[in-house]
C-alpha cells in the first residue's frame, strides 16, 4: 500500500514545536540573570532539571551527551565582566556539584547512573579545587561579598551526607575556608558550630570524620592566628 500523498506534511507537522514550548525558549535564551548567589543557584538546578534529570535511566553515553548539552547551556549565561566571569564559573560548578551529590543519593542503586555522576562529581570536586585560590586572589568588587556569605550554608553541607565522596567533599570544604572565606568572624562562626554539632554525630560515620577533620583545620588556623598575635604583641 503507498503511503498518503500528504504523508511528508503530516510528518513536517508532527515536528512543529507548540507555540508554548516555543516561546519558552526563546524565554530561555533572552533571560539575564541577576548578579546574586540565589538567581544564579537557581538557573543551575532549573537547567539541571530540564536537561539532565529526565534522562535518569538511559544509556551512559546518552546522558554524557545531556549534561555537555546542560554545561553549553550554563556557559552561554556567564556575565561579560571579566571579573564576574570566574565567580560565575565557581558558582555554577558547585551548584552542579550539589545537584550530582543528590543524583548519587537518590539513584544510589542504580549502578550504571552512579558511575556517571560519580564521574563527574570528581571532574568537579577537582575543577573547583583548581579555581577557588584564583578567584581568592582576583581584585574583588564589594557586590562579591553576598555571594561569599550566601554559599557559605551550601558549602557546610559539604560535611554532611554519605555519598562516599568523603575525601573530595572534606578536601574541597577545606581549600574554600582556607583561602575563599577569609573573614575571621566566619572561621571562629563556623568552628562553634562544628563543635556543637560534633557530638551529635554518631561515631564511625564518615560525618563524624568530616565535622572532626573541619574542626581540626579550623582549630589550626585559630592557633596560627593566636601565634602571630602573641608575636606582634611582644
Known amino acids: 500500500m503507498k503511503a498518503p500523498k500528504n504523508a511528508s506534511a503530516a510528518q513536517a507537522l508532527q515536528q512543529v514545536k507548540p507555540a508554548s514550548e516555543l516561546l519558552k525558549q526563546a524565554a530561555g535564551r533572552s533571560i539575564t540573570l541577576d548578579k546574586s548567589y540565589p538567581s544564579w543557584k537557581q538557573f543551575v538546578n532549573d537547567a539541571f532539571a530540564e536537561h539532565v534529570e529526565p534522562h535518569i535511566g538511559e544509556a ?18 556567564a556575565p561579560m565582566e571579566r571579573e564576574w566571569k570566574l565567580l560565575y564559573h565557581f558558582v555554577t560548578q558547585f551548584c552542579t556539584m550539589q545537584q550530582t551529590l543528590r543524583m548519587i543519593q537518590l539513584h544510589k542503586s542504580e ?91 554518631y561515631m564511625g560515620t564518615t560525618e563524624r570524620t568530616s565535622y572532626t577533620l573541619a574542626a581540626i583545620h579550623l582549630s589550626l588556623w585559630k592557633t596560627m592566628i593566636n601565634k602571630r598575635l602573641s608575636f606582634c604583641l611582644n
Not at 60 to 77: A, C, G
Not at 120 to 136: G, I, M, N, R, Y
Not at 151 to 165: H, N, P, Q, S, Y
Open 60 to 77: 551512559t553515553y546518552m546522558i554524557e551527551n545531556h549534561i555537555q548539552t546542560y554545561f553549553k547551556r550554563l556557559s552561554s549565561k
Open 111 to 201: 549502578t550504571q547512573t552512579i558511575r556517571v555522576f560519580y564521574a563527574l562529581a570528581v571532574d568537579l570536586a577537582e575543577e573547583l579545587h583548581e579555581t577557588v585560590q584564583p578567584l581568592s586572589r582576583q581584585a574583588r568588587p564589594f557586590a562579591f561579598d553576598p555571594f561569599v556569605f550566601s554559599i557559605k550554608e551550601d558549602v557546610a553541607k559539604l560535611l554532611d551526607g554519605g555519598e562516599g565522596l568523603e575525601y573530595e567533599k572534606i578536601d574541597l570544604y577545606r581549600e574554600i575556608w582556607s583561602y575563599l572565606f577569609s573573614n575571621s568572624s566566619w572561621r571562629k562562626e563556623e568552628l562553634e558550630r562544628i563543635n556543637k554539632e560534633l557530638p551529635e554525630k
